[in-house]
């Protein structure tokens, strides 16, 4: 059976998203589910330690007892066996945020990434912030050299626009005219979604696309769909296709 998407907007580690990351916990198996977390998009800028040391603060804050920062950092590390193998047994695989390109690159038709596959299609929740969330699209807008790149696809025929709230809608508008076929996910910071709606249960390998997903957290996410945009507030359930 498939596991759980989980995306979230940015500014994961402020002390405001314990309700999206403890619901991923829950969706995990408690908190003694092996939770692991990859620092790659954090590496560019030598900044991969203390990230993963302020994820590790915070889910071990939230009561999670099984955390581990994984050294993937590189391609090399991508490939390495024996990072794969903890990743396949994960129950929580959680990406930082940081570079989006360089996180894309790093993991794409790696060991690793298959095995994180493996433990999705096993049951485990994949999810990230920011740039975590959005090499899980379709596409990711990398704005360091303002262009559209094809991203790992977990979550087809879409492309996530973080920290919505701040600085990431201004990206809205160039990218409805570059993607005007995916639907743009304007996720804000503090905010997470998750496709863990009723119909997960009664039908777990319904297309993400058609699953009913749940928002948590601070803010709201935006749905640039087909022309229409739409606003979904925490609490309430959306489906990313309309139907």
Same mark, same amino acid.
């Given at each position: 059976?498939?596991?759980?998407?989980?995306?979230?907007?940015?500014?994961?580690?402020?002390?405001?998203?314990?309700?999206?990351?403890?619901?991923?916990? !829950?969706?995990?198996?408690?908190?003694?589910?092996?939770?692991?977390?990859?620092?790659?998009?954090?590496?560019?800028?030598?900044?991969?330690?203390?990230?993963?040391?302020?994820?590790l603060?915070?889910?071990?804050?939230?009561g999670?007892?099984?955390?581990?920062?994984?050294?993937?950092?590189?391609?090399?590390?991508?490939?390495?066996?024996?990072?794969?193998?903890?990743?396949q047994?994960?129950?929580?695989?959680?990406?930082?945020?940081?570079?989006?390109?360089?996180?894309?690159?790093?993991?794409?038709?790696?060991?690793?990434?298959?095995?994180?596959?493996?433990?999705?299609?096993?049951?485990?929740?994949?999810?990230?912030s920011?740039?975590?969330?959005?090499v899980?699209?379709?596409y990711?807008?990398?704005?360091?050299?303002?262009?559209?790149?094809?991203?790992?696809?977990?979550?087809?025929?879409?492309c996530?626009?973080?920290?919505?709230?701040?600085?990431?809608?201004?990206?809205? !508008?160039?990218l409805?005219?570059?993607?005007?076929?995916?639907?743009?996910?304007?996720?804000?910071?503090?905010?997470?979604?998750?496709?863990?709606?009723?119909?997960?249960?009664?039908d777990?390998?319904?297309?993400?696309?058609?699953?009913?997903?749940?928002?948590?957290?601070?803010?709201v996410?935006?749905?640039?769909?087909?022309?229409?945009i739409s606003?979904n507030k925490?609490?309430?359930?959306?489906?990313?296709?309309?139907?």
């Amino acid at each position: 059976m498939a596991g759980y998407i989980f995306l979230e907007g940015g500014a994961e580690f402020g002390g405001q998203m314990a309700d999206p990351d403890l619901r991923a916990i !829950t969706l995990a198996g408690g908190f003694n589910a092996p939770i692991s977390v990859i620092p790659a998009a954090a590496a560019p800028d030598n900044n991969h330690q203390r990230a993963g040391h302020n994820a590790l603060a915070w889910f071990k804050k939230l009561g999670a007892i099984d955390v581990t920062i994984l050294p993937l950092i590189d391609r090399a590390s991508a490939n390495q066996p024996s990072i794969a193998k903890q990743l396949q047994s994960s129950r929580l695989i959680y990406l930082l945020g940081g570079f989006p390109h360089y996180l894309a690159q790093t993991i794409s038709a790696s060991l690793c990434w298959q095995a994180m596959l493996i433990a999705y299609r096993s049951g485990a929740i994949i999810g990230g912030s920011s740039a975590g969330a959005m090499v899980l699209c379709r596409y990711y807008f990398d704005p360091d050299r303002g262009r559209v790149y094809e991203g790992l696809n977990l979550l087809p025929n879409t492309c996530v626009i973080p920290h919505h709230n701040t600085f990431g809608k201004s990206w809205s !508008t160039k990218l409805t005219s570059l993607l005007p076929t995916q639907v743009l996910i304007g996720i804000d910071e503090e905010t997470g979604m998750i496709d863990d709606g009723i119909n997960h249960e009664t039908d777990p390998d319904l297309p993400r696309l058609d699953a009913l997903w749940s928002i948590y957290g601070k803010g709201v996410v935006t749905l640039y769909r087909y022309g229409q945009i739409s606003t979904n507030k925490p609490g309430t359930q959306f489906t990313i296709l309309p139907h």
